[in-house]
């Protein structure tokens, strides 16, 4: 089984103000590409994805990301994150109706295609699953089979907000790799500890990052 992954990613100027007390303003923008870059790149290897596709107006992402093999989607309802999902999720679904969708947080820097591959194998065997995020409290991943809507819930507690929706956890271990999601300076040091992609290395190497 392929999936298609649908990835948001907000406007490049507005993206990780949570690391401000690691990244300057005029740095921000930057590392939150890179995020995205090496998101998309390791799911793009992941053998268990046929294609990626980025919704965002963001015109500098766009190009980037579109260059690395993604598909970009304007944000046409710019009613929010989950509103982008939807709308991204309708929008591949007509391209591939028989196969299925998982969402992805666009800040995975550390992302493994083998690890992303067992998550999607384990949420196959389910009609609507999702996996919690390093810190228990968030999603990174919610995936739903064919002919089923996503009914994303992101935001403060979405893991609580998946699980009332009648979505499955996925309770894999050993991977953490999809669990990191990078959003303040703590993240970022776990995220490197990791290991990191090429984009987020490149960027974070002119960091001075404590404890790292």
């Given at each position: 089984?392929?999936?298609?992954?649908?990835?948001?990613?907000?406007?490049?100027?507005?993206?990780?103000?949570?690391?401000?007390?690691?990244?300057?303003?005029?740095?921000?923008?930057?590392?939150?590409?890179?995020?995205?870059?090496?998101?998309?790149?390791?799911?793009?290897?992941?053998?268990?994805?046929?294609?990626?596709?980025?919704?965002?107006?963001?015109?500098?992402?766009g190009?980037?990301?579109?260059?690395?093999?993604?598909?970009?989607?304007?944000?046409?309802?710019?009613?929010?994150?989950?509103?982008?999902?939807?709308?991204?999720a309708?929008?591949?679904?007509?391209?591939?109706?028989?196969?299925?969708?998982a969402?992805l947080?666009?800040?995975?820097?550390?992302?493994?295609?083998?690890?992303?591959?067992?998550?999607?194998?384990?949420?196959?065997?389910?009609?609507?699953?999702?996996?919690?995020?390093?810190?228990?409290?968030?999603?990174?991943?919610?995936?739903?089979?064919?002919?089923?809507?996503?009914?994303?819930?992101?935001?403060?507690?979405?893991?609580?907000?998946?699980?009332?929706?009648?979505?499955?956890?996925?309770?894999?271990?050993?991977?953490?790799?999809?669990?990191?999601?990078?959003?303040?300076?703590?993240?970022?040091?776990?995220?490197?500890?990791?290991?990191?992609?090429?984009?987020?290395?490149?960027?974070?190497a002119?960091l001075?990052?404590?404890?790292?």
């Open positions: 089984m392929q999936w298609t992954l649908v990835i948001p990613l907000k406007p490049l100027t507005r993206a990780k103000s949570r690391l401000a007390d690691t990244a300057a303003d005029g740095v921000r923008p930057g590392l939150a590409l890179a995020f995205a870059q090496d998101t998309v790149a390791a799911a793009l290897a992941c053998d268990a994805v046929a294609d990626v596709a980025v919704v965002t107006d963001d015109e500098v992402a190009r980037a990301l579109a260059a690395l093999g993604a598909r970009i989607v304007p944000d046409a309802p710019a009613d929010g994150l989950n509103a982008a999902l939807a709308h991204g309708a929008v591949v679904r007509d391209m591939r109706p028989r196969t299925p969708v969402t947080n666009a800040d995975l820097p550390a992302l493994r295609p083998p690890e992303l591959a067992r998550v999607l194998r384990a949420a196959g065997e389910f009609p609507r699953a999702f996996l919690a995020d390093a810190a228990a409290l968030g999603t990174t991943l919610l995936a739903a089979a064919p002919g089923l809507e996503l009914r994303p819930s992101f935001g403060a507690d979405s893991r609580a907000r998946h699980r009332a929706s009648g979505a499955t956890e996925i309770g894999l271990a050993d991977v953490d790799s999809v669990r990191r999601d990078v959003d303040t300076g703590d993240d970022l040091r776990a995220a490197l500890a990791l290991g990191v992609g090429p984009h987020t290395a490149a960027i974070s002119g001075l990052i404590p404890g790292t």
